[in-house]
């Protein structure tokens, strides 16, 4: 069985603050995929990356980058110099690819609720 | 290109009613699912389908049902609605190749008394 645990609950800091929000995994399969989803407080979810196992570069896009790390089994999601409109609540997910393909089944951490203050 | 369409967007029912979450999309994406989202807990997956006629279930799959008799649509009905089942609902759709990125419906909130 697969878990994925986001175990900040809820983070709060003032604009252009730097944040880190981590997220640990497990599994035993050895090819998977990682996703990071926002969902702002209108509701909907919004894909923002997906790392497959094999891939452990370290991505950046714009002020967000990801730190993939399979010694730790970790996919931490930086924020850099935050705003107000990055409050929202971020999830990490994790799908195995048994066969060629996870038939779109995540498993998703509990979330993390980030706040950005002006 | 609408996506992932859900409705109703809010519903309230009285424990012992039943009712059907409506989940089309319009990518001609072969797997849909549900997921339940509850607060501490993420996203749990309720059942999903790889294609019209197949379904299975997921993590939470007790006091629901699904069919999926064409590629667009897969309903989630609630036979016998309990509070329990108290949550915001979602609807996803993917390719069956690669990654399988979902995109998510806008969230059905179900409010059981």
């Known amino acids: 069985a697969q878990k994925v645990t986001q175990a900040q609950t809820e983070i709060s800091v003032v604009e252009k603050e730097d944040v880190t929000l981590d997220c640990v995994y497990e599994t035993r399969d050895t090819t998977y995929y990682l996703f990071w989803y926002k969902q702002p407080p209108s509701g909907e979810l919004v894909f923002l990356i997906r790392r497959n196992s094999f891939d452990e570069q370290n991505e950046i896009s714009g002020r967000y980058s990801w ?51 002006p | 290109n609408a996506g992932v369409t859900q409705t109703p967007k809010f519903q309230v029912l009285k424990t012992g009613q039943s009712m059907t979450l409506q989940c089309a999309q319009d990518m001609n994406h072969e797997y849909m699912s549900w997921y339940r989202q509850d607060p501490g807990m993420g996203l749990r997956l309720i059942h999903y389908s790889v294609g019209a006629g197949i379904t299975d279930q997921g993590e939470v799959p007790n006091g629901y049902n699904v069919s999926r008799s064409t590629t667009e649509d897969f309903p989630l009905r609630l036979l016998s609605a309990a509070p329990s089942q108290t949550s915001v609902y979602f609807c996803a759709s993917s390719q069956s190749s690669g990654a399988n990125v979902l995109t998510f419906g806008a969230g059905s909130r179900l409010t059981v008394l």
């Open chain 1, 67 to 117: 730190n993939f790390q399979k010694s730790t089994s970790s996919f931490n999601f930086t924020i850099t110099a935050s705003q107000v409109v990055d409050s929202a609540v971020y999830f990490c997910a994790l799908s195995v690819n048994a066969g060629g393909t996870s038939y779109g089944k995540l498993t998703f951490g509990q979330g993390t609720i980030l706040t950005v203050h």
